[in-house]
């Protein structure tokens, strides 16, 4: 039978993304559709390079196209383009989504969890950057190996703007590397503030599909100049399961959902959800209780990202710089499905939610 492009679009009208609950075709998710003699061929454009369902889609796709003509010959090509739905983007116009991650306290990993979301995400073809806003506590010239690195500064006009440190595909920048890493930073808070508004100001970020900001734990000046800035797509919130982490933890996703700053919760991602010994990698002993973080999520109607184990090697490649994730191994996949489940929120998010615009916050 003679199949033209409209019947095409027609089959592919029934292939729902499974995420964002419309059909491809009316998302505009379809390209390039070229009939060649027998063989059908088009791109199908997905909001995230780490869509975890991209194989399902395409397997929907291709059914959809053989219900027309079994015999037909379906050449699908799988690309994306990262989502955004920013206001006010007079303030970094190229960063298509800044994302922050939280916590309500010290020592849950927060920074080890946004370090390994951000490789991940860059391992998979996505444009990422990291602030590391803990002016205080700096930790990522360390988990990225450039401790003894110094950002070189590009003058334009009359104004220098500092160039992010890359590495391992991530663009980095912290006030670890315009302070000797033995020197405490001793200032006020409006400083440490300050100092946060100039990492986006005065940097030349360049095109990214993801900013990253790991905030400081709690709330905090810091936590309030970010949405005071720019648009925050959403923030994610780190926790252990301890009830103690937990209570934090609230405390920080309830500031985020307060309706002067109502910045959507992407979701809670549980981290030392248990252990599991190298040489017993089947077991799991949940030495600071079980479940926790997905609990706290369920309890606060906001996505849950995933766990990741308290395994040696985690511990081991924070300190030597070279992130977990790199390894591929179980700690890999695990931050690999918290990532992916984070780009599939933003994509959700920004198809279904109000555009992102700067806090005004009152005094």
Same mark, same amino acid.
Do not use: E, Q
């Given at each position: 039978m003679s199949v033209i492009k409209e019947d095409v679009l027609k089959a592919l009208s029934k292939v729902k993304d499974p995420d964002l609950g419309k059909d491809l075709v009316t998302l505009n998710m379809i390209k390039d559709v070229e009939i060649n003699d027998g063989e059908i061929s088009f791109t199908v454009e997905l909001t995230t390079p780490a869509c975890p369902l991209k194989e399902k889609i395409r397997q929907d796709c291709e059914d959809a196209i053989l219900e027309i003509d079994r015999k037909l010959n379906v050449n699908i090509n799988i690309t994306s383009s990262v989502t955004s739905f920013k206001t006010g983007a007079a303030l970094l116009p190229n960063i298509k989504n800044i994302v922050a991650i939280a916590?309500?306290?010290?020592?849950?990993?927060?920074?080890? @969890?946004?370090?390994?979301?951000? @490789?991940?995400?860059?391992?998979i073809g996505a444009k990422v950057g990291i602030i590391d806003a803990d002016i205080f506590g700096p930790s990522m010239p360390t988990m990225f190996n450039c401790e003894n690195e110094r950002p070189e500064v590009k003058k334009v006009g009359e104004k220098n703007y500092i160039i992010p440190i890359e590495q391992y595909g991530v663009k980095l920048i912290s006030i670890g590397f315009l302070t000797p890493p033995d020197q405490a930073i001793v200032w006020r808070g409006p400083m440490a503030s300050s100092a946060l508004r100039q990492f986006f100001t005065d940097a030349e970020w360049g095109e990214l599909d993801y900013l990253l900001i790991d905030l400081p734990p709690g709330t905090s000046d810091i936590h309030l100049t970010l949405v005071q800035t720019v648009p925050v797509t959403g923030a994610v919130i780190v926790t252990t399961p301890q009830k103690v982490a937990l209570a934090d933890a609230m405390k920080g996703l309830a500031m985020f959902k307060q309706p002067q700053i109502n910045v959507p919760v992407l979701g809670i991602v549980e981290n030392m959800a248990y252990f599991t010994p190298e040489e017993l990698p089947e077991n799991k002993y949940y030495i600071f209780g079980e479940h926790g973080g997905k609990r706290l999520a369920e309890k606060s109607q906001v996505p849950f990202l995933g766990e990741v184990p308290i395994v040696q090697s985690i511990r081991e490649s924070g300190d030597s710089g070279y992130p977990a994730v790199l390894k591929k191994d179980m700690v890999s996949e695990a931050f690999l499905g918290v990532s992916q489940k984070l780009a599939q929120q933003v994509a959700i998010r920004n198809a279904s939610m109000e555009k992102t615009k700067v806090v005004e916050v009152k005094p």
């Open positions: 916590s309500g306290k010290g020592g849950v990993g927060k920074s080890t @969890v946004a370090a390994n979301i951000a @490789v991940s995400l860059a391992s």
